[in-house]
Nanobody
């Protein structure tokens, strides 16, 4: 059974940091591209960061580039998102997703699997 379980969300003040984790199981992790997406209330889901199978390339949304870092532990099958210098507009539900292969459609949200999400709330 495939599972993607996010954790690490919470409430933080603007300028603070959080690290999200996504524990993956039930599929061959190394064969998949992985991504973080977010959705704020009333807004469409958007890609935040993606790491393609093989470890590269990594791609970031312009709004988070330089502040967020996507990484993964291929032994433990965990995807991370280090979020620094958080802004109010980063408030959203964050989801991880997996797409088989080195498939650039993942950036558009075409994924085989999705997690349930973890809430990030940034306050002033």
């Amino acid at each position: 059974q495939v599972q993607l379980v996010e954790s690490g969300g919470g409430s933080v003040q603007a300028g603070g940091s959080l690290r999200l984790s996504c524990a993956a199981s039930g599929y061959r992790y190394s064969s998949y591209s992985m991504g973080w997406f977010r959705q704020a209330p009333g807004k469409k889901r958007e890609a935040v960061a993606v790491i393609y199978s093989g470890g590269s390339p990594t791609v970031y949304a312009a709004s988070v580039k330089g502040r967020f870092t996507i990484s993964q532990d291929n032994v433990a099958n965990i995807l991370y998102l280090q979020m620094n210098s958080l802004k109010l507009e980063d408030t959203a539900m964050y989801y991880c997703a997996a797409k088989e292969g080195r498939d650039f459609r993942l950036w558009s949200g075409y994924a085989n699997y999705w997690g349930q999400g973890t809430q990030v709330t940034v306050s002033s």
